[in-house]
């Protein structure tokens, strides 16, 4: 399809431009019992691997002996550079399946999907958005093995979600209109898939059909405000004058997942979907403009103004609140998702900043004290980090409910001799008063952009997911690429190649391994790119320093219980500087020899993104995100589908082991 692959490239373009079954139990009785179990301890049972510190002696024994083994344990992949390549390949002596796709059934009721794309917008309600992306698995306490949820985040829509693409018409004052069908359906395939899986009589993953926990988050479903902005003025819309509530979640992205289970997703670019036609009111309104949100006829990505009212974020001095000019505002947050609560409301935690936000990655120290470390993923953006007031406490859930809503949030400043600062984005500090346009700590919420800008933090090349190690909560941040770096922003320490197309993957540690710090030292630890010709005729700004395979554009990472770093990328294959690294693919790290083997290559024009494991390690599923030709048919002729994939290996071994 290759509208839908110039459409992607488009909007990736966009997006990282510097702005400076029968007979079971009631669903009560399975929240009631599931939750049982979690305060009796298998909480820990099933984050243990996420968090060192909720570690038993045994397992941390176990963890040492890992340490002392070689960590990559498989046959690299070699890369393809094949533009007809539909598939997915990994290493001998594994198998990757097709497990859950853009349209498969999520609810009970859910009509099968159809190839035509013709699915309704109240089909689409019920079935897998589009774009899987960040993901997580949740066990059954019961039974962690063969038992859990699946929680899939739908970062945003492809052309090929209607049958002829996406119809947009001029109207007579130069802004684009859309169908009403087609800006619902597109509304209804974001937000968030929660499956419930489980293992068969053969032991294989199959997906359950009627789970009373199966549910989906879409840009209609209703979310409350919580934290700091909860009820504030410039929260409140004409459509919500209370301020306390938000219809959808848009462009999530990656996640995080906390010490108490629920799921955090994160809204990225969300300034693509409002326009604000009022130059005057834009160029004095920070919220807006430090965000890019649309100035001019339309919202840059899909319209949908010209259906639903609430994306025109323009001021109308006739309506209250002036219509919809606060409904940016009420994007840009953290997601907090219970998914063994189906029925609950989501939260927005406004407490945590409002940024374009990539992930929200929980470092937790022994002490129960703990960090949320997020990339704001565009050119010359920054890293940040969320420290809650309060601890986590194992079995207080009242208590763990509130954590999120209070805190202070800091972004980095990288200097050139390996330190490294994490600066307050507090209210009265030097750069945030009053005089420096920041009203209250609510002001420098909303803008916390504006706010990293005014204490000096450091502009990053790309700033995407982090990945904390679970035996030395070293941290690990994809800075995905930069090709304004030299010229928006001067090279640095951290961001050290002019106009860098490959990007690099940076690492710190807080001082006493303490999440709560705010001193670290850092250090690059790998650079991508290409291996240098005979003819030495690559400049340098392309090499990398790679021991081992070959990848460029470094975007999603995560850590597997053994302490292995798993590398997902999101390059433009078709650049001519791609032509020895080809399409997108998975790697794997040890992060003590730093040698990276390639472990999966996915189909061209796809992202390769989402990961995460059964908690035994034996499965790993990973999320193939708007594939260019007919995956995961890989006929050719049928339509391409983004797609969950479950990795296993042959002899039913831990993944990369």
């Excluded at 035996?471 to 304004?484: G, K, P």
């Excluded at 650049?575 to 472990?599: H, K, T, W």
Aim: hydrophobic share 35%; aromatic share 10%; with cysteine.
């Amino acid at each position: 399809m290759k509208q839908d692959q110039q459409f992607h490239q488009a909007l990736e373009s966009l997006d990282d431009r510097i702005i400076n079954t029968s007979q079971q139990p009631s669903l009560n009785q399975l929240v009631d019992q599931n939750r049982r179990n979690l305060l009796k301890g298998g909480a820990a049972l099933t984050l243990c691997g996420l968090f060192p510190a909720l570690l038993s002696p045994l397992a941390k024994a176990v963890s040492a002996d890992l340490k002392k083994t070689t960590l990559l344990n498989f046959q690299s992949v070699e890369a393809v550079t094949s533009t007809s390549f539909d598939s997915v390949k990994v290493p001998p002596g594994y198998r990757a399946q097709a497990f859950f796709s853009w349209g498969d059934a999520v609810m009970p009721d859910a009509p099968a999907w159809r190839d035509d794309a013709s699915n309704s917008w109240q089909d689409q309600l019920l079935q897998a958005g589009d774009n899987h992306d960040g993901m997580h698995f949740f066990p059954f306490a019961e039974k962690p093995d063969e038992r859990g949820l699946l929680v899939i985040n739908h970062e945003y829509v492809n052309p090929t979600l209607h049958t002829a693409g996406m119809n947009f018409v001029e109207d007579s004052g130069g802004s684009r209109t859309r169908p009403a069908e087609q800006v619902r359906k597109e509304l209804a395939a974001h937000g968030l898939s929660v499956i419930e899986i489980a293992k068969d009589d053969q032991g294989q993953w199959q997906r359950v059909a009627r789970s009373p926990f199966n549910r989906r988050v879409s840009g209609f479903t209703p979310f409350r405000i919580s934290g700091p902005l909860a009820g504030d003025a410039r929260m409140k819309t004409a459509s919500n004058p209370t301020g306390d509530e938000i219809l959808g979640t848009l462009n999530n992205c990656s996640m995080g997942v906390t010490p108490w289970g629920t799921f955090l997703a994160c809204e990225e670019n969300f300034h693509n979907y409002f326009v604000n036609r009022n130059e005057q009111d834009y160029a004095q309104r920070p919220e807006h403009k430090r965000y890019g949100i649309g100035l001019g006829g339309s919202s840059r990505y899909y319209a949908w103004e010209s259906v639903e009212p609430r994306f025109n974020a323009t001021p109308d001095a006739e309506q209250p609140h002036q219509g919809h000019v606060n409904e940016p505002n009420r994007f840009g947050w953290v997601v907090e998702l219970d998914p063994f609560a189906p029925e609950s409301k989501p939260l927005k935690r406004t407490a945590m900043g409002r940024l374009g936000r990539e992930c929200a990655v929980c470092s937790l120290g022994e002490d129960g004290r703990m960090a949320f470390y997020s990339g704001d993923d565009a050119r010359g953006e920054y890293l940040y980090k969320f420290v809650p007031d309060g601890a986590y406490r194992p079995g207080e859930p009242e208590h763990n409910a509130r954590l999120l809503d209070s805190g202070t949030l800091y972004a980095a400043q990288f200097n050139a001799d390996g330190s490294g600062r994490w600066l307050p984005l507090r209210f009265g500090e030097p750069g945030l008063s009053v005089q420096a346009g920041f009203a209250d700590q609510p002001a420098v919420l909303l803008n916390s952009r504006g706010a990293a800008d005014a204490v000096g933090a450091t502009p990053m090349d790309r700033p995407e997911w982090v990945a904390v190690h679970p035996h030395t909560r070293e941290a690990y941040v994809s800075l995905t690429n930069n090709t304004d770096r030299g010229k928006a922003d001067p090279t640095d320490a951290a961001n050290p190649r002019a106009y860098n197309v490959h990007g690099q993957i940076l690492r710190w540690r807080e001082a006493g391994a303490d999440p709560t710090a705010e001193k670290f030292e850092w250090d690059i630890f790998v650079m991508a790119g290409e291996g240098q010709n005979a003819e030495h005729s690559i400049p340098d700004n392309r090499v990398g320093n790679i021991k081992g395979d070959l990848f460029s554009s470094p975007d999603g990472m995560a850590f597997d219980s053994a302490g292995r770093l798993w590398i997902l990328t999101d390059a433009d294959e078709t650049a001519p500087y791609m032509s020895s690294i080809g399409s997108n693919q998975m790697l794997c790290a040890d992060p003590v020899s730093r040698e990276v083997r390639r472990f999966l290559v996915g189909p061209w024009g796809a992202e390769i993104t989402g990961i995460t494991w059964s908690l035994d390690e034996t499965a790993m599923w990973i999320n193939v995100q708007h594939p260019g030709i007919s995956y995961p048919a890989s006929d050719g002729l049928s339509r391409p589908r983004s797609t969950t994939v479950l990795i296993t290996r042959e002899d039913g071994g831990v993944i990369g082991s």
